[in-house]
């Protein structure tokens, strides 16, 4: 996490303008706006909300984990009593190549970032007021900070409305990583442990040519610094090296450490499969 202290203060002095900017030129760049997928919810029901974030040409926006530099774009979301959330959901992210060889992870055109709610049995009510706060760091070659709170009323009524966005959805519903046995293109995905003070190798065997825009991201945490080398690819194989290092007398805050394999099909589209990196041996002097 050092290093990426580090880039933050060199983004920031780097961008030192941009930082100042008003909030009317973040407003320019990032255009949020607040989606369900039902007309109508009915009390002991649930509907999806997302928060569709489009971003200005050359623009993007970061991920959970921002990489080397950068901030997560973040949502709070604010319900009624009686109305619960899940966890937010980020798609599969991508690449951006940071000043610095930096990587960065994270969004460009549009995001759908969505969650489940659940309406209590108990709601009463001819509506649900729905809000949620986002916050983002938007960056091309300097970086500018957003944030909004957007909202919206939503009927409430004795039976679910018909659905709506539902393209919208179900595009973005594909984006989200899945389970390796859940991804036709993978064939197998193992992780090989290096000898003591090596990396980690994680092994990929594709079912057919390999896809475009292969990457591996880990989820944060900030009690390990990770490192993740380049791609390097033969044949239907992928080979990525990752080195993880806990910080001075820390331990990992979840073990294996989760993360996304990230890809692009010859279609274009953007896929990602579920993986779990195991930690360094304890006597590995990394």
Same mark, same amino acid.
């Given at each position: 996490? *050092?290093?990426?202290?580090?880039?933050? #203060?060199?983004?920031? $002095?780097?961008? &030192? +303008?941009? %930082?100042?900017?008003?909030?009317?030129?973040?407003?320019r760049?990032v255009?949020?706006?607040?989606?369900?997928?039902?007309?109508?919810? *009915?009390?002991?029901?649930?509907?999806? #909300?997302?928060?569709? $974030?489009?971003? &200005? +040409?050359? %623009?993007?926006?970061?991920?959970?984990?921002?990489?080397?530099?950068?901030?997560?774009?973040?949502?709070?979301?604010?319900?009624?009593p009686?109305?619960?959330?899940?966890?937010?959901?980020?798609p599969v992210?991508?690449?951006?190549?940071?000043?610095?060889?930096?990587?960065?992870?994270g969004?460009?055109?549009?995001?759908?970032l969505?969650?489940?709610?659940t309406?209590g049995?108990?709601f009463?009510?001819?509506?649900?007021?729905?809000?949620?706060?986002?916050s983002?760091?938007?960056?091309?070659?300097?970086?500018?900070?957003?944030?909004?709170?957007?909202?919206?009323?939503?009927?409430?009524?004795?039976?679910?409305?018909?659905?709506?966005n539902e393209?919208?959805?179900?595009?973005w519903?594909?984006?989200?990583?899945?389970?390796?046995?859940?991804?036709?293109e993978?064939?197998?995905?193992?992780?090989?442990?290096g000898?003591?003070?090596?990396?980690?190798?994680?092994?990929i065997?594709?079912?057919a040519?390999?896809?475009?825009?292969v990457?591996?991201?880990?989820?944060?945490?900030?009690?390990?610094?990770?490192?993740?080398?380049?791609?390097?690819?033969?044949?239907?194989e992928?080979?990525?090296?990752?080195m993880?290092?806990?910080?001075?007398g820390?331990?990992?805050?979840?073990?294996?450490?989760?993360?996304?394999?990230?890809?692009?099909?010859?279609?274009?589209?953007?896929r990602?499969?579920?993986?779990?990196?195991?930690?360094?041996r304890?006597?590995?002097?990394?």
């Open positions: 996490m *050092a290093r990426r202290w580090l880039a933050l #203060i060199l983004v920031g $002095l780097a961008t &030192a +303008p941009a %930082w100042a900017a008003p909030a009317s030129a973040a407003s760049l255009e949020a706006r607040l989606l369900v997928d039902r007309t109508a919810v *009915a009390p002991g029901g649930s509907f999806q #909300i997302g928060i569709l $974030l489009k971003i &200005a +040409p050359g %623009w993007h926006v970061y991920w959970i984990n921002p990489g080397d530099s950068g901030m997560p774009t973040e949502v709070t979301l604010i319900l009624p009686g109305l619960s959330a899940g966890c937010v959901q980020y992210a991508v690449r951006f190549a940071a000043p610095g060889d930096l990587a960065a992870y969004y460009s055109g549009e995001v759908l969505t969650a489940t709610v309406v049995e108990s009463r009510g001819e509506s649900a007021t729905l809000a949620a706060d986002v983002w760091l938007c960056c091309a070659q300097t970086c500018i900070p957003g944030a909004e709170r957007v909202t919206m009323e939503l009927p409430v009524a004795k039976t679910p409305g018909p659905s709506t393209a919208t959805f179900t595009a519903r594909k984006r989200m990583a899945v389970g390796a046995s859940s991804a036709r993978i064939r197998r995905i193992e992780f090989v442990p000898s003591q003070g090596e990396a980690t190798t994680a092994v065997t594709w079912a040519d390999p896809p475009a825009e990457a591996l991201f880990t989820e944060p945490d900030d009690r390990m610094e990770v490192r993740i080398g380049p791609v390097k690819t033969r044949g239907r992928s080979r990525i090296a990752v993880i290092q806990p910080l001075k820390q331990s990992p805050r979840r073990a294996p450490l989760p993360g996304v394999l990230g890809y692009t099909t010859a279609d274009g589209e953007r990602g499969v579920k993986v779990e990196i195991p930690m360094p304890a006597d590995a002097d990394l």
